[in-house]
């Protein structure tokens, strides 16, 4: 029976793109997580579909990951698939003022192709870890930025193995949210909508940014960026710190000095040192300030 799954599954892929009992460290920014048993990393949209409709015919579980930089896994893995659109699924080509990428582009890239072609609009993503694939599904922001501010079209798998393209007006984005998330989609590919700029300005917003992250955040250590979402009216590292947690630790696993909104991993955390963390720091702040605090990172596998 398992045979005839992992035979199935490389079949779809390609042997060499199936790992089994694959680290799930490797894989986050948090640097922490068991095993995956198994890993795909498929390079088009009908091997994405034909793995969905495998795993779904074996009742086996999946899941999707792009860059893992928001993604806490547990240290005992996950029982299931995790399918990577990562680096083999990240084309980007740019006409007039879109961009079209793959899911598994990263934001980083992408804020390139756009300088490079004097686009302007994405300058905000250009120091987010993630791709794209993963901003569409939690509408990543910064510095007053938003994707859905750029989506123009979204190509997703549905849950009944359609693919399928959400135009502007469907796509339903909120904070860190949106109906991709809600009803399950695999984002496959987006198309969004720049403006024409000057290259020079473009860099420089690039770069203030960039200065912007270094001073303020610790990005010297692992991490999955902020811990928490922003409550209303609120930031959540000022809640924290309010609270008295700046550096609170549990194991390895810690509120960074820096940036109270970050937990980081100091070296060997593990997913449950932060799962205890994070709880911990819920509890406080909800005594100190009578805010819930809810985390932003999501978890894979058994807490
Ligand atoms: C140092 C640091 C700074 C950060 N700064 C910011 C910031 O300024 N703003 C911000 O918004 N975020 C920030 N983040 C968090 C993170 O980078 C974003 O949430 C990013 O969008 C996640 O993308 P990813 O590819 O890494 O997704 P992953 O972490 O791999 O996955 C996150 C979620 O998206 C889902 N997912 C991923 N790809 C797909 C897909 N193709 N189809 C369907 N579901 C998918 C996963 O199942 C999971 O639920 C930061 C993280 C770090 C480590």
Not at 22 to 42: K, N
Not at 156 to 179: A, C, F, P, W
Request: charged share 30%; with cysteine; glycine share 12%.
């Amino acid at each position: 029976m398992k045979e005839k799954f992992e035979h199935r599954l490389e079949q779809t892929v390609g042997p060499e793109r199936v790992l089994r009992e694959e680290p799930m460290r490797l894989h986050t920014t948090f640097r922490i997580g068991g095993p995956a048993q198994y890993m795909v990393s498929p390079r088009t949209k009908e091997e994405v579909r034909e793995v969905v409709r495998l795993c779904r015919e074996e009742e086996m579980p999946w899941y999707i990951i792009g860059n893992g930089s928001n993604l806490l896994v547990s240290d005992r893995g996950y029982r299931g698939v995790v399918i990577q659109l990562y680096r083999d699924f990240g084309d980007i080509r740019t006409e007039g003022t879109s961009i079209f990428a793959r899911a598994g582009a990263s934001l980083a890239r992408i804020a390139a192709e756009a300088l490079k072609n004097s686009l302007t609009g994405f300058e905000f993503a250009a120091g987010i870890p993630g791709t794209l694939g993963g901003a569409c599904i939690m509408n990543a922001g910064a510095y007053g930025g938003e994707m859905k501010d750029v989506l123009e079209q979204v190509t997703v798998l549905d849950g009944q193995g359609e693919i399928k393209t959400l135009e502007k007006g469907e796509l339903d984005m909120g904070y860190r949210t949106s109906r991709a998330a809600r009803e399950g989609y695999v984002v496959l590919e987006a198309a969004l909508s720049l403006e024409k700029g000057e290259a020079d300005e473009i860099r420089a917003r690039m770069e203030d940014l960039k200065e912007r992250r270094t001073s303020k955040q610790p990005l010297e250590y692992p991490s999955a960026g902020s811990t928490f979402k922003r409550p209303e009216g609120y930031f959540a590292g000022k809640l924290i710190q309010d609270a008295g947690l700046r550096g609170f630790r549990v194991g390895d696993a810690m509120v960074s000095e820096k940036h109270c909104g970050f937990v980081i991993n100091c070296g060997s955390a593990t997913a449950a040192d932060v799962d205890r963390l994070i709880r911990q720091v819920q509890e406080r702040v909800r005594e100190s300030s009578g805010v819930t605090l809810e985390p932003e990172v999501k978890r894979l596998g058994e807490f």
